[in-house]
Each structure stands twice: as C-alpha cells, then as structure tokens.
C-alpha cells in the first residue's frame, strides 16, 4: 500500500513503536516525513521509512486536502484526528462480541 497525505499510520519500528503519525509529505519511494502534533510537532516532523510503518486505511480529507493545496496543517487539526482515530479504536474493542 502506498502512502498518502493525510494517511494514519503507525510506527512499526523504533523508539516510537506503536505511536500513531499523520502523513506529513513523500519525500521518495521509501520515505515519508509523520508528525503527531505533540511529540512531533507539524514544524518537525520525523523522517520515517516507509518499511517501519503499518498503513492504515483512513486518510483524513481535510488534512489531505490542505497538504495537496501546500497548506500546513496545524498541530491542533493534527492532535484531533488522532484523537478522533484513538476514540473510534478503544469504541470498537469495548464492543461485546456475543
């Protein structure tokens, strides 16, 4: 699966193994800059190798938009999303299964 602007992703690798990260800009083939808007502010994202990540399938619209438009995104709009991300997954595993 290739990166996208706005893709949720976590880190598979590293000190950081685990953290969930927004897309930020490809740098190349192999190479995406993440940020999450605490540790990693917008200002300073980390470099990461696109083989130290697990894809997820959400990609944030509005954050896709604005990095395609050349607009950076805020940390705020950045910690939200995540948040929203983080809601939804601890939503779905306190759903009893049967």
């Known amino acids: 699966m290739e990166p996208e602007l706005g893709q949720l992703v976590v880190s598979a690798a590293g000190r950081d193994k685990g953290r969930y990260y927004v897309v930020m800009q490809i ?11 605490t540790y990693r502010p917008v ?5 990461k190798n696109i ?8 990609i ?3 954050l896709n938009e ?6 950076g995104p805020t940390n705020e709009e950045v910690r939200e999303v995540l948040k929203i991300n983080n809601k939804a997954k601890s939503e779905r595993m306190d759903c009893s299964h049967g």
């Open 66 to 71: 604005k990095l395609l438009a050349g607009i």
């Open 27 to 37: 740098v190349d083939d192999t190479t995406v800059t993440v940020a999450d808007g």
């Open 60 to 62: 944030n619209k509005s």
């Open 43 to 47: 200002s300073k994202p980390k470099k």
């Open 51 to 58: 083989r130290h990540l697990m894809m997820t399938r959400m």
